[in-house]
């Protein structure tokens, strides 16, 4: 299981190298993680420039289907812009699953990366969205070396309630998933509960995956943004962004994201890429 970025980073460091379109690159911190990405080994980027960005990104993905590239990755353009032209029906990148975004989290607090999904593509989780981002990233989890993983479908409370409709969605795919061999899944779940043996035990709930859980799916967009950003910001956790679904991953960044965060970002990209057809 790789815990850390740095156990990431020397994984990615015996691979070899992806080749990387970049769209729109304009700020500092991503000409430097690209830089320290090409130095390692870990990339052989292009860059794609257009002062119109939604052509920027149209080229950008023309580029990747053109010359069979391996990653795409958002420069300094908008996230919509960007999945608009993945997402084209005639000119985009094919879709394995419904798109889903990935944050990648380090916190100094707990002992594994976390998967927090989605705080970045899909406003409106309902069930076939909510089973496409655990899906998604049930396989970046597989990709790093997580055998298996334990999935939070996460609501403010474990009862399910007509009031507070997440926790009704999260039940329906618990049980769902409840069949599955390869990762387990309970929902609705607290994020205090899933993160921690011993809230579980005050709060006398019985969960196999408190404290040992890997992938924080859910309840809304605005909720896991805000728990990444949070956790960045506050709790000096270090962060990556990815998109998945697409025939390619897509590195994500916030335009305000630190280089070190790109670079975890690109590191992300790459072992999403080597390790995506193995967990189809």
Known sequence: MIRTFEQLYSVVDNLPPAGVTVVNPQQKSVFDALKTAEERGWIEPTLIRNDDPAKA???GVA??????????????????????AVLDKSNG??????????AVVESPEYDRLMLMTDGGVNPLQT?????????NAVELAHNLEIVHPNVALLAVVEKVSEAIPETLIARQLAEQFGERTDFTVEGPVALDVCSSERAARKKNITSTIAGKTDIFAGPNITAINFIVKSLSLFGHAKTAGIVLGAEVPVILLSRSDKMESKLNSIAIGIIAMKGMQKWI
């Open 63 to 84: 580029h990747v289907r053109k010359n069979d590239g391996q990653l795409l990755m958002k420069g300094d353009l908008s996230t919509a812009e960007v999945l608009k």
């Open 127 to 135: 069930p076939d969205v909510l089973e496409a981002m655990v899906l």
């Open 57 to 59: 990104a149209a080229d």
């Open 93 to 102: 990148l094919h879709r394995r699953r419904k798109l889903s975004h990935v």
